[in-house]
């Protein structure tokens, strides 16, 4: 069983994502199952940052805390990371010399051999390569593909940068290096949460994004962006995000599936129109990119923090639709369905992400592009003779047309209004049309997912956790049942409304969650009376792991 986890740190700046990127993409068209996932600090240069890889045979998209390798591009981040290298682990570093030391100059070999320090990072891609065995073809490949667009002279000193790198590190490996990486015949997407979104959204008829760049969120609209043509798509750089959430929303009340997606503060300032969505009943899908708060807080880290926040986001009572997926294969899939749904019930959908979620790369072998259906919800204008845009109905669902449609005039009003869309002061009718917008809640629950339910049989004490912590949840009870303890997991990724679930009073349930005050226990005290008395929690900006969570478990 192969299971093989890299460190590469450095300073902003130095270009470890590409080291790192350029090797997990190799490895993932070489047939294994590949996990990566970024901590960087929030500065364009300087500090100590690392890009973390897991490289397997085996379906495993979790973090991971100990590595079997670290590779250094400076000193300082050498020290910070060093601790985090297994007992028998090795270091490729281009100042240090020793046992259990590859040592490559990399920065030397790029000065002296090409004229130029910018190619120590490729250098260092090739020294990777050469320590964990993986065919140099396939590495040349990737490296082909990633440059391509700066012409055939840059592509070619690259590959020979990287052999360079690989010829001097394999002279080192011997004795030390024991793992080999032979092609298998295995294919694998590399996607990142943030890029799977974006081709769920298009897959489900999105067709109009505005957004304004906050981290993690930004890579969405740019993916979009960069490929707009091929997923006949438009996207809009807003000036804020007060303008992104009712540009969408007006989109959408012109009959285009449309979307937006911010962070923390960002949303913070949507919240206004997340209201105003649900007294006009119209669809909209907003992305809250989650990372630690409050205020700025910690930019560019991870956090679940937000879940309370986004359930309750919005003045005043009316339904919406609340996902966290798990990884990018359900995120692709969960945004397509908050589409369908958005737009069936008339309402705005929150898919909750996180940084963790956003920027990690995981290999995913099938989408099941087939399990994605597109219906239109549009009524159809030439049954209706007397058009009510917010008819009084048994199910709370208005037919729906848009402006231009037809010759129906299609009103609408962020007052209260009458079945018409005219503002009124009828205090017997607002009563009728808060009920209205509420019975669409109860029928969507009928629709929600169960949470997923995993080693459930025979266990006494068992995890609940939700989003993107599912993996390293998961890892952990398959840790902690190797050491006979009894023990489960149940995961949620869609959590308002809460599908009707049953817990059993004899089992003994944790929630495990990424933020300081159990919000997931809140909530399903309020919503399912249950009191949860255990919690695991984590906060200090690190995704969780299954290291950290079987030591809370066992430890306290």
């Known amino acids: 069983m192969i299971d093989i986890s890299i460190i590469i740190s450095g300073s902003a700046g130095q270009g470890i994502q590409t080291v790192g990127y350029i090797l997990a993409k190799t490895a993932s068209k070489a047939g294994y199952n590949v996990f990566s996932w970024q901590e960087y600090e929030s500065r364009i240069r300087g500090g100590s940052n690392s890009y ?63 004229w130029n320090k910018l190619f120590a990072n490729v250098i260092a891609v090739g020294a990777l390569g050469a320590a964990i065995g993986i065919d140099p073809d396939s590495l040349n490949k990737v490296i082909s593909s990633q440059f391509s667009r700066k012409g055939e002279e840059i592509v070619s000193k690259n590959i020979a940068a990287a052999a360079e790198g690989y010829r001097t590190a394999r002279k080192s490996c011997e004795g030390i290096c024991s793992w080999i990486l032979p092609k298998i015949e295995q294919q694998y997407y590399l996607i990142s949460g943030n890029e799977a979104l974006a081709l769920g959204a298009a897959a489900a008829g999105c067709r109009f994004m505005a957004a304004y760049p906050m981290t993690p969120s930004t890579g969405i609209i740019t993916y979009l962006s960069k490929h707009k043509d091929r997923l006949k798509i438009f996207t809009e750089q807003a000036e804020d995000e007060i303008a992104a959430i009712n540009m969408a929303i007006g989109a959408s009340y012109a009959g285009v599936r449309s979307m937006t997606a911010s962070s923390g503060g960002g949303f913070a300032l949507m919240v206004e129109g997340i209201s105003l969505a649900g007294m006009t009943e119209t669809p909209v899908v907003i992305v809250l990119g989650q990372r630690p708060g409050p205020a700025t807080g910690l930019p560019t880290r991870t956090e679940q923090g937000d879940l309370l926040f986004a359930i309750n986001a919005g003045h005043g009572e009316f339904p919406k639709l609340v996902f966290a997926p798990s990884d990018p294969k359900d995120a692709f899939h969960k945004i397509a369905r908050a589409f369908n749904l958005a737009e069936k019930y008339q309402i705005p959908a929150v898919i909750l992400t996180d940084q963790h979620l956003a920027d990690s790369y995981f290999t995913v072998d099938n989408f099941e592009l087939d399990n994605i259906v597109n219906k239109s919800y549009l009524a159809d204008p030439d049954t209706i003779e007397n058009y009510r845009r917010y008819q009084l109905d048994h199910t709370g669902i208005s037919p729906a047309l848009y402006p231009g449609q037809s010759q129906h005039l299609v009103c609408c009003d962020s007052d209260e209004h009458d079945e018409y869309g005219h503002i009124t002061e009828d205090l017997e009718l607002r009563k009728r049309m808060v009920e209205k917008r509420l019975k669409k809640f109860e029928l969507l629950r009928h629709e929600i997912m169960l949470p997923e339910e995993y080693q459930i049989s025979g266990a006494e004490d068992v995890f609940i956790s939700w989003g993107s912590s599912k993996n390293a949840v998961f890892e952990a009870v398959d840790k902690l049942r190797e050491n006979k303890a009894k023990i489960g997991a149940i995961h949620f990724t869609e959590l308002m409304p809460l599908p009707e679930y049953e817990f059993l009073p004899e089992k003994n349930y944790y929630t495990v969650e990424s933020n300081a005050t159990g919000q997931l226990g809140k909530l399903l005290r309020i919503e399912y009376n249950i009191s949860v008395k255990n919690h695991i929690t984590c906060y200090n900006g690190l995704p969780l792991d299954q290291e950290y969570i079987v030591k809370r478990f066992l430890h306290g």
């Open 52 to 114: 973390r890889i897991r490289i397997s045979d085996y379906q495993i998209n979790a973090p991971f805390v100990k590595a079997d390798i670290l590779l250094s591009l400076d000193k300082k981040s050498n020290e910070k990371y060093l601790p985090l290298l297994k007992e028998d682990g090795i270091i490729l570093d281009e100042h240090q010399t020793g046992e259990r030391i590859i040592n490559v100059p990399f920065v030397g070999i790029a000065q002296q051999t090409f």
